[in-house]
Structure formats: structure tokens, C-alpha cells
């Protein structure tokens, strides 16, 4: 069975604190991987993909390690507005698509 | 900019009763997806399809239908409406399996 697993949380941090997120994947025949971020009542939207090389889009950093089989998102200088549920994607290889984790929630506090 | 077009936006349904939540999407996807969302849980698969004429089952098809008669829709009916199946539903398009997907903005639907 394709699982992905993430801390639910919820992680309270300062405003202006760096924080980080992992998740674990069990599909070693995964492809792509993508973090989702989901306000409350929203649908998710793509932050950004993660590439085996890592990425970085500006306060956001995604890393890959595909021998542990986990990814990461570091947020550096968290803003009031990164408050949200965090989701970690995994493609499964086959048709029916990506395997979502049950997301991650962060509360930034002033 | 239109993406994933979803409607209703909200809909209250009485126990028994039918209804299809609509999904359009403009970008020309093959692949498109519904998913329900409980409270505070995660995404659920309810069916998905890889081109017109083609549908599956996802992980929770059982009280749901499907059709994809053209590209660019994906219509999913609900035939007698039960309380579990309120829900928050997304639909969804992608360009292919490891592509990332466009979510529609959902149908929130209550079961009373």
C-alpha cells in the first residue's frame, strides 16, 4: 500500500522563527514529490515541487532523500500568513495517481 | 485563468435524495480526480479517469458515480444521499501521473 506519512502536528512558532517539516514515503518507485499547502476550508494548492537536488523558493527550502525516503520543507522567517495545513504528495506511479499525507499544521503566533 | 471549475459551491441534501456535483476543467488534462475531504482528515479517492470514456474506482467509490464523456468534464453523482457522505468534495485535473494537480475550489455538501 502507497502511505505517506507527516506529523500531524499542530506546530506552534514565534512569528519570524524557522521551522521544519518531514515526511516519510513508502513508495521507493515514486517519481515526484510536491508540498501542498491547504488553509482552512480551501482546497490545496501547489507551494512547490521537490526535486532530488532540493529547491529553494524564496523563505522556502523542499530537500529529497531518496535513500531514507523522506522530504522536507524548511520555512525560514515565518510569517502570520504561512499559518496552514501542510501537505506532503508523492506520485505512486500508477494511474491513479498522487498519494497525499494527511497533512501537517502550523500556527505561526505574533 | 479559469483551471478546475467546480459547482455547487454548498448544498444541503435530504436522505435519499440525488444529485451531480460538476467539474470543468480548461487546460486540456487527461487526467482528472474526485476526492472527498471529512473534518480534519485527509484527502479519500473516491474515482478518478485518464482520458474521456475512461473511469476507476479509487479508495471509496461505494455510493458514488462517474462519467468523463469529454475531456474537459467529470461529473460525480450521488445516488441516495446518506448522512456519511457529508463532506467537503475536490475535484481535480493533472497533465499526468507524476505531475502535480489542480484542485477546484470544492462542493461542500451536507446530508441531513
Known amino acids: 500500500r502507497k502511505e505517506v506519512e507527516q506529523d500531524p502536528g499542530p506546530f506552534n512558532v514565534p512569528e519570524g522563527a524557522t521551522v521544519a517539516f518531514n515526511c516519510t514515503y513508502s513508495?521507493?518507485?515514486?517519481?515526484?514529490f510536491f508540498w501542498y499547502r491547504q488553509d482552512c476550508r480551501k482546497e490545496p494548492k501547489l507551494l512547490m515541487s521537490?526535486?532530488?537536488s532540493g529547491n529553494e523558493d524564496g523563505r522556502f527550502t523542499a530537500q529529497l532523500n531518496r535513500a531514507s525516503q523522506y522530504i522536507s520543507l524548511l520555512i525560514r522567517d515565518s510569517k502570520l500568513s504561512d499559518s496552514a495545513t501542510y501537505l506532503c504528495?508523492?506520485?505512486?506511479?500508477?494511474?491513479?495517481?498522487?498519494?497525499f499525507g494527511k497533512g501537517t499544521h502550523l500556527i505561526i503566533q505574533p | 485563468n479559469a483551471g478546475v471549475t467546480q459547482t455547487p459551491k454548498f448544498r444541503i441534501l435530504k436522505i435519499g435524495q440525488s444529485m451531480t456535483l460538476q467539474c470543468t476543467q480548461d487546460?486540456?488534462?487527461?487526467?482528472m480526480y474526485w476526492y472527498r475531504q471529512d473534518p480534519g482528515m485527509g484527502l479519500k479517492l473516491i474515482y478518478y479517469?485518464?482520458?474521456?470514456?475512461?473511469?476507476d474506482k479509487g479508495e471509496v467509490p461505494n455510493g458514488y458515480n462517474v462519467s468523463r464523456s469529454t475531456t474537459e468534464d467529470f461529473p460525480l453523482r450521488l445516488e441516495l444521499a446518506a448522512p456519511s457522505q457529508t463532506s467537503v468534495y475536490f475535484c481535480?485535473?493533472?497533465?499526468?501521473?507524476?505531475?502535480?494537480?489542480?484542485f477546484g475550489s470544492g462542493t461542500r455538501l451536507t446530508v441531513v
Open positions: 481535480a485535473s493533472s497533465a499526468g501521473v507524476n505531475y502535480g494537480y489542480t
Open positions: 513508495n521507493s518507485a515514486s517519481q515526484s
Open positions: 521537490v526535486y532530488s
Open positions: 504528495v508523492a506520485s505512486g506511479g500508477g494511474a491513479d495517481g498522487l498519494t
Open positions: 487546460m486540456n488534462h487527461n487526467y
Open positions: 479517469s485518464v482520458g474521456a470514456g475512461i473511469t
